[in-house]
């Protein structure tokens, strides 16, 4: 039996791994949680667990105009704890350290139109403040390793599953209302967290230290998860090519527009050759995914 201790208390992730273990590991992995919300965990001893695995950080940032407080606290939480958790963990004697990292680090979404697929000889390059906080820490914890000390990093591209926040459920919201929505023909990566629950499991169980690159076994098309959505939840939402040039146009406008609509129709997909593994954790495709999340 493995002990493990989720440094980061309420998460998404957190909570649902937690359960996933529990559930369905529950003879091979213990968990428990710490606050990191003040600096109380600094005395809780590390060195009774197996693995520590770090989900405390800051996400679904508004990268606009914000003043320097808020850059330097997204530095304070997604690298500057990140690496202190760590620098705990090995000194106090545990055996693996298991990061979510985020394939933010490789930058922003291609814009409408391009494709952007990262593979294993992509370089990271964060676009923005925010991932370039998180690729701090994935390099960070990554040189802490050593033969006593494995450092497993993930770089998940988009998570999402039921009570999930960010871009999914704005998503589903239109998909539940809307009578029509583009057709625009783009691939992204995904991951559905129960897949991901079950990768962490595996990836703890025999304790392999690296870079990981987890997503669903198809792409997603944002059209197409759309039209699933409504599907599943009762709605009838019919994609046309016709209202594509809607999307072209927003996409043109500078500013928040364009972001907001290269970040729903832009591409940015891992190869899929980099997230073969030797053992097998996706759970759900994407129909039985939604109808988890919808369900």
Request: proline residues 3%; aromatic residues 12%; contains cysteine.
């Amino acid at each position: 039996m493995k002990k493990v201790l989720i440094t980061g208390a309420n998460s998404y992730i957190g909570v649902s791994f937690e359960n996933w273990a529990r559930t369905h590991y529950g003879d091979q992995l213990s968990v428990d949680t710490v606050d990191m919300m003040d600096k109380s965990w600094k005395s809780k001893d590390f060195s009774i667990y197996d693995i520590i695995f770090h989900v405390a950080g800051l996400a679904h940032v508004d990268v606009g105009k914000v003043d320097a407080d808020t850059k330097k606290h997204y530095y304070d939480v997604n690298t500057k704890l990140a690496m202190e958790a760590a620098q705990k963990a090995k000194n106090e004697g545990v055996r693996q350290f298991v990061f979510m990292s985020s394939v933010i680090v490789y930058g922003d979404s291609a814009p409408y139109g391009r494709q952007k697929i990262i593979d294993m000889s992509t370089k990271p390059s964060p676009a923005n403040y925010y991932g370039d906080s998180k690729w701090k820490a994935d390099k960070g914890v990554r040189k802490m390793a050593c033969d006593h000390f494995t450092v497993t990093v993930l770089r998940p591209p988009m998570i999402y599953g039921k009570g999930s926040k960010g871009n999914y459920p704005a998503l589903a919201s239109m998909a539940k209302k809307l009578p029509f929505f583009p057709d625009i023909r783009n691939e992204r990566s995904m991951l559905f967290i129960d897949n991901l629950c079950e990768f962490l499991c595996q990836v703890m169980i025999c304790g392999e230290g690296g870079v990981f690159f987890p997503q669903n076994r198809e792409y997603t098309r944002t059209s197409e998860m759309v039209k699933l959505i409504g599907e599943i939840s009762g709605h009838k939402v019919r994609v046309s090519r016709f209202w594509n040039w809607v999307v072209k146009l927003a996409g043109l406008i500078p500013g928040r527009i364009s972001g907001l609509a290269n970040k729903a129709f832009g591409n940015l997909s891992y190869d899929q050759s980099m997230s073969r593994y030797d053992f097998d954790y996706i759970v759900a495709d994407l129909r039985t995914s939604i109808e988890r999340t919808e369900g």
